[in-house]
C-alpha cells in the first residue's frame, strides 16, 4: 500500500519531470502540457498491464486513492487555486462587465445543465445504456460550470481583448456556485429518493452562494484591517495564507460555499489591500508567493487528472457515449451563451467574436472530474466518470490548444504567450 507522502512525492516528482520536459522543448501552456504527458503515461501503463508484462496499473490505481482527487481538490487545493487566480482580477473591471459576468454565470450555467441533460439523456437511449434521467442532471450540473483552474491556466497564455478575458475569467470565478447548488440538490434527491422543492433549492443558493461571498467580504476584510496596521511581509504572507486555509475550512464547517469565499476574499486582498494595506516589498513578496502556490499546485492537479484514466471502467458502448456527449456539451454551451448574451446586448454591445471564444473558452477541469467521482456508486457512477473524463480530456487539449486559434478568427487576437526561453 503506497503512503500518503510516498503518493505526493511520486506526484510531485511527475509533475516536476513532465514541467522539465515542457520548458526544454515542448514549450506548450503548462495545464496542457502536464496533463498532455500525465494520460500518456496514464496510457502506457495500461497497456502494458493489459499485455501482462508489468502489473502497474494496481500500483497507479493505490497512488490515485491515496491522493483522492475529491477530497484534495474540493477540500484543500480549491481555495488556494481561487485566491491566487482572483488576486489578479482587476474589480473596476469586473465592475464594467458585471451584467455578463453575472448572466454567464448564472443564466448560462443553469441553462447549460438542462441542456446537457437532455442531451445526455437522448444519447444514452441511443447507444443503449441505461441511465436515468436523474443522473443526466447531475451530470450536467457538474459538467457546466467552466473550471477556474483550466480557464485562469490557459486564458493567461492567450491574447484576447480585455472585456473578453474578464467575461472568461470573471465567469469561471462565480459559476462554480451554482453548478455546485445544482449538483448537491439532485445529489441530495438520488440519495433520499424523493424530490426536493424551490423553495429549498432557493434557500440551499442563498446559504451557499451569498453567504459564501458575504463570508469571504468579511474574512477578507478583517485580514485587510490586519495588514493595514503593519509592514512586515512574513507576517502578511502568513496572514493571507490563513485566510484561504482557515477561511476555507470555516466555510465549510458552517455549510457555504468556501469556493466563493474565496474569489470573494481574493479580489478584496487583490484590489484594496494590494493598493492600501501593502508596501512594494509586501506586493512583490505576495504575488510572487502565489504565484508559486498557483503554479505548483496547477501542476499536481492536472498531473493527477492525466493519471486518472488508469481508473476508468470502458466498454464499447461507454465510448461511443463519450464521443456524441462532446459536441452535446459544446452546442449546450453555444447555445445557453447565446441566451444569455442576447438579453443585454442592446445595451452593452459584445465585443466581436465574443461568443464564438466563450463558447470553445468554456474549459472544463478538476473540479467536474472531482464532482463526478463524489457520485453515487454503482454502474451510473461509471459511466458519469467516462463521460466527464472524455469532455475534460478534450476541453483541455484540443479546445485549450486551439483557443489562441479560434480567437485570432473570430476576435482578431489569440497570440500565444510562451514563457519558454530557447
Known amino acids: 500500500m503506497v503512503s500518503p507522502f510516498e503518493a505526493l512525492a511520486v506526484v510531485l516528482t511527475a509533475a516536476a519531470t513532465f514541467a522539465y520536459v515542457n520548458h526544454r522543448w515542448i514549450r506548450q501552456p503548462a495545464s496542457i502540457a502536464l496533463m498532455a504527458m500525465a494520460l500518456g503515461s496514464s496510457l502506457v501503463l495500461v497497456a502494458v498491464d493489459r499485455l501482462g508484462w508489468l502489473q502497474l496499473k494496481g500500483a497507479a490505481t493505490s497512488l490515485l486513492e491515496r491522493v483522492n482527487i475529491n477530497d484534495t481538490l474540493l477540500h484543500g487545493m480549491l481555495g488556494a487555486l481561487l485566491f491566487a487566480g482572483s488576486l489578479h482580477i482587476n474589480l473596476h473591471e469586473l465592475r464594467q462587465q458585471r451584467l455578463a459576468v453575472s448572466a454567464l454565470a448564472l443564466l448560462a450555467t443553469a441553462l447549460s445543465t438542462f441542456f446537457v441533460a437532455g442531451l445526455s439523456y437522448g444519447i444514452m437511449a441511443m447507444v443503449g445504456l441505461r441511465l436515468p434521467f436523474v443522473y443526466c442532471l447531475l451530470f450536467g450540473a457538474l459538467i457546466s460550470p467552466t473550471d477556474p483552474i483550466a480557464v485562469l491556466g490557459i486564458i493567461k497564455e492567450v491574447r484576447v481583448p480585455k472585456s473578453m478575458e474578464t467575461q472568461i475569467a470573471g465567469e469561471s470565478?462565480?459559476?462554480?456556485?451554482?453548478?455546485?447548488?445544482?449538483?448537491?440538490?439532485?445529489?441530495?434527491?438520488?440519495?433520499?429518493?424523493?424530490?426536493?422543492?424551490?423553495?429549498?433549492?432557493?434557500?440551499?443558493?442563498?446559504?451557499?452562494?451569498?453567504?459564501?461571498?458575504?463570508?469571504?467580504?468579511?474574512?477578507?476584510?478583517?485580514?485587510?484591517?490586519?495588514?493595514?496596521?503593519?509592514?512586515?511581509?512574513?507576517?502578511?504572507?502568513?496572514?493571507?495564507?490563513?485566510?484561504?486555509?482557515?477561511?476555507?475550512?470555516?466555510?465549510?464547517?458552517?455549510?457555504?460555499s468556501g469556493p466563493l469565499a474565496a474569489v470573494s476574499a481574493g479580489l478584496l486582498i487583490g484590489?484594496?489591500?494590494?493598493?492600501?494595506?501593502?508596501?512594494?516589498?509586501?506586493?512583490?513578496?505576495?504575488?510572487?508567493?502565489?504565484?508559486?502556490?498557483?503554479?505548483?499546485?496547477?501542476?499536481?492537479?492536472?498531473?493527477?487528472?492525466?493519471?486518472?484514466?488508469?481508473?476508468?471502467?470502458?466498454?464499447?458502448?461507454?465510448?461511443?457515449?463519450?464521443?456524441?456527449?462532446?459536441?452535446?456539451v459544446l452546442f449546450a454551451r453555444f447555445t445557453s451563451v447565446a441566451l444569455s448574451l442576447a438579453g443585454f446586448s442592446r445595451t452593452a454591445r459584445p465585443a466581436k467574436g465574443t461568443l464564438a471564444v466563450l463558447t470553445w473558452g468554456g474549459l472544463r477541469g478538476g473540479i467536474s472530474v472531482a464532482l463526478a467521482l463524489s457520485a453515487p456508486?454503482?454502474?451510473?457512477?461509471?459511466?458519469?466518470?467516462?463521460?466527464?473524463?472524455?469532455?475534460?480530456v478534450f476541453s483541455i487539449l484540443v479546445q485549450g490548444l486551439t483557443l489562441g486559434a479560434v480567437a485570432r478568427r473570430?476576435?482578431?487576437?489569440?497570440?500565444?504567450?510562451?514563457?519558454?526561453n530557447p
Open 271 to 328: 484590489n484594496q489591500g494590494r493598493s492600501r494595506a501593502m508596501s512594494d516589498v509586501t506586493r512583490d513578496h505576495l504575488d510572487k508567493f502565489w504565484s508559486l502556490i498557483d503554479e505548483i499546485l496547477n501542476a499536481v492537479l492536472f498531473v493527477v487528472v492525466g493519471l486518472e484514466v488508469v481508473r476508468l471502467t470502458v466498454t464499447s458502448r461507454i465510448v461511443l457515449a463519450c464521443l456524441l456527449v462532446i459536441p452535446a
Open 377 to 392: 456508486s454503482g454502474p451510473e457512477h461509471d459511466v458519469l466518470v467516462a463521460m466527464t473524463y472524455a469532455v475534460v
Open 173 to 256: 470565478l462565480f459559476n462554480d456556485g451554482v453548478g455546485v447548488v445544482i449538483f448537491v440538490t439532485v445529489l441530495g434527491t438520488i440519495s433520499r429518493g424523493g424530490s426536493v422543492g424551490a423553495g429549498e433549492v432557493l434557500g440551499l443558493f442563498v446559504r451557499e452562494a451569498v453567504g459564501g461571498i458575504l463570508f469571504g467580504l468579511a474574512t477578507g476584510y478583517a485580514t485587510y484591517r490586519l495588514l493595514c496596521s503593519i509592514d512586515h511581509y512574513q507576517t502578511e504572507l502568513l496572514l493571507t495564507l490563513a485566510l484561504v486555509v482557515g477561511g476555507y475550512a470555516l466555510a465549510e464547517r458552517l455549510h457555504i
Open 410 to 420: 473570430f476576435a482578431g487576437g489569440g497570440e500565444v504567450r510562451t514563457s519558454a
